[in-house]
């Protein structure tokens, strides 16, 4: 007989954003700086995956004395801390369930290690949240974002100190408190596989102060690892219906050929990216990073306890970004392209966008397979889309059918990984008004379907308008993902 799969009645539908990308306002009302405040514009001949999102003591240092020239969009991002209101009634105005925001830490607790927290960074947030409720919007809150204060980074060296936990507890707790009536699903550390790829923005860590910068980034893991779970603890005391995800940017790895040695290799790349969750949901390191350890030399320093720690307060439920698929091969030569944390192999058989990120909305539906397979555990789309260079028309019309294609594709494959039997609670896709890229600080890597008139230079009015694929999405909402 015929299979019809279908949407289940309360999926959230909605959009993710991160505080550093949209909030700017990176000084007002007793903000501090944070790891994103450093993040450099750097133009794209000179642009690598390394300059654009490591930073340097020495740049620090420029930055801090007045001496550095470069611009900093992560200060800027589009005025959200202003325009909060227009921007919710936008998101309004397409249906949306639920919203993703980060709290921008260093807005709490400015320094990071500070005893009490800023009543004005407090307020903005009470803000933001009593403005989702006028529209029934759901939050969905993520305590860290690339943003971890620059105090830490000063003082412990990010997240490699173990102080960093202790902060970050006291900074979970307060907002679990202050927030109790108003955010149930939050999410702990965005994309926390970060920290080992570019270890300042997902930890605050200058790889320069480390003599073995591979067990830095590690520790800071562990530490990460522990403070997830600290904080899942404080929030089922201060919020007993409240739920905590891990989130994961989640890259599935196909073998490059059927030769078992390309098999083996994409395999282990599979270990390597779901090692997060595993330690999230299973509560334990994997048996199989016991080698990756040895091999690399890291010694993951534990106090008594955080075993415990780790498997008695696991996650609730499972968010992912999604953004590509990629190839493993144990020879990799030929014809590379770029991706969101990782570059790959070209797979002849997907288009690319224009950042060479590999579009494979099927590798969605395999994805949340597995991931379901694994886990048996909720699974919440938390970040999706596709960054495109958008024209403005002249009467001021925005015609992104690339994206509207895009999105549809893969919400096609997300109703049949429900008919699969998984457990999709809802689809937040990424920057649902255009805002700074995380990994190249344009502008012009556009997500939205609100368009903001700014450029990379930083030039324009803010102005929002509507694009295309507004009106499309309002339907899907509508529709309930009939209306494709
Ligand atoms: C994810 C991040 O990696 O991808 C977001 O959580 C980011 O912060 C998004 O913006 C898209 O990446 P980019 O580099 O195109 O902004």
């Known amino acids: 007989a015929q299979f019809k799969s279908k949407f289940p009645k309360n999926f959230y539908w909605g959009g993710a954003t991160a505080a550093n990308q949209i909030e700017g306002a990176f000084d007002?009302?007793?903000?501090?700086?944070?790891?994103?405040?450093?993040?450099?514009?750097?133009?794209?001949?000179?642009?690598?995956?390394?300059?654009?999102?490591?930073?340097?003591?020495?740049?620090?240092?420029?930055?801090?004395?007045?001496?550095?020239?470069?611009?900093?969009p992560k200060r800027e991002?589009?005025?959200?801390?202003?325009?909060?209101?227009?921007?919710?009634?936008?998101?309004?105005?397409?249906?949306?369930?639920?919203?993703?925001?980060?709290?921008?830490?260093?807005?709490?607790?400015?320094?990071?290690?500070?005893?009490?927290?800023?009543?004005?960074?407090?307020q903005f947030y009470d803000n933001v949240l009593d403005e989702l409720a006028k529209h029934k919007i759901e939050p969905v809150?993520?305590?860290?974002?690339?943003?971890?204060?620059?105090?830490?980074?000063?003082?412990?060296?990010?997240?490699?100190?173990r102080e960093t936990v202790d902060h970050f507890v006291r900074y979970a707790e307060t907002v679990f408190?202050?927030?109790?009536n108003k955010v149930k699903l939050w999410i702990s550390f965005n994309e926390i596989n970060m920290i080992t790829i570019s270890p300042f923005t997902g930890g605050g860590i200058l790889s320069d102060k480390e003599d073995n910068p591979m067990q830095a980034k590690y520790q800071g893991l562990h530490h990460q690892f522990v403070a997830s779970s600290l904080a899942t603890k404080k929030?089922?005391?201060?919020?007993?219906?409240?739920?905590?995800?891990?989130m994961l940017a989640r890259m599935t790895f196909?073998?490059?050929?059927?030769?078992?040695?390309?098999?083996?290799?994409?395999?282990?790349?599979?270990?390597?990216?779901?090692?997060?969750?595993?330690?999230?949901?299973?509560?334990?390191?994997?048996?199989?990073?016991?080698?990756?350890?040895?091999?690399n030399d890291i010694k993951i320093v534990k106090e008594t306890g955080d075993d415990e720690i780790i498997k008695q307060y696991p996650v609730d439920y499972i968010t992912i970004s999604y953004y590509m698929s990629l190839l493993a091969s144990a020879s990799p030569e030929g014809e590379v392209t770029e991706g969101n944390l990782l570059n790959s192999l070209k797979n002849p058989y997907l288009q690319a966008s224009d950042w060479g990120w590999q579009i494979d909305?099927?590798?969605?539906?395999?994805?949340?397979?597995?991931?379901y397979d694994r886990y048996q555990l909720p699974i919440?789309?938390?970040?999706?889309?596709?960054?495109?260079?958008?024209?403005?028309?002249?009467?001021?019309?925005?015609?992104?059918?690339?994206?509207?294609?895009?999105?549809?594709?893969?919400?096609?494959?997300?109703k049949e990984a429900i008919g699969d039997g998984v457990d999709l609670i809802g689809y937040l896709s990424w920057g649902p008004i255009d805002l700074v890229s995380m990994s190249t600080s344009e502008m012009s890597k556009r997500y939205g379907f609100i368009y903001v008139d700014k450029d990379d230079e930083g030039n324009g009015t803010l102005e929002r308008s509507r694009k295309d694929s507004f009106f499309w999405y309002k339907k899907v909402i509508e529709s309930n993902g009939e209306e494709l």
């Open 177 to 180: 408190t202050r927030y109790k």
């Open 28 to 72: 007002v009302d007793g903000k501090g700086l944070s790891a994103a405040d450093f993040v450099e514009y750097i133009p794209k001949e000179e642009r690598t995956k390394d300059n654009a999102m490591e930073i340097t003591s020495e740049q620090i240092r420029k930055t801090l004395s007045g001496e550095s020239t470069a611009r900093h």
């Open 77 to 122: 991002g589009i005025d959200f801390y202003h325009n909060y209101k227009e921007d919710i009634a936008l998101l309004a105005e397409m249906g949306f369930t639920a919203f993703r925001f980060s709290i921008h830490w260093s807005r709490i607790f400015p320094n990071g290690y500070d005893e009490t927290p800023n009543e004005a960074g407090l």
């Open 254 to 295: 196909y073998p490059n050929t059927p030769n078992p040695e390309d098999v083996l290799k994409a395999q282990k790349e599979n270990q390597d990216n779901l090692f997060f969750t595993d330690v999230h949901a299973r509560g334990e390191y994997p048996k199989y990073m016991e080698r990756f350890f040895i091999e």
């Open 361 to 371: 909305p099927i590798g969605l539906r395999v994805t949340l397979n597995d991931l």
């Open 235 to 246: 929030l089922h005391e201060i919020i007993p219906d409240g739920k905590m995800g891990c």
């Open 141 to 161: 809150v993520t305590l860290s974002h690339y943003e971890t204060p620059y105090g830490l980074t000063e003082r412990y060296n990010g997240w490699v100190g």
């Open 380 to 414: 919440f789309i938390v970040e999706n889309g596709i960054g495109a260079y958008d024209k403005v028309e002249e009467d001021g019309s925005i015609h992104d059918d690339y994206r509207i294609d895009y999105l549809r594709k893969h919400i096609e494959q997300m």
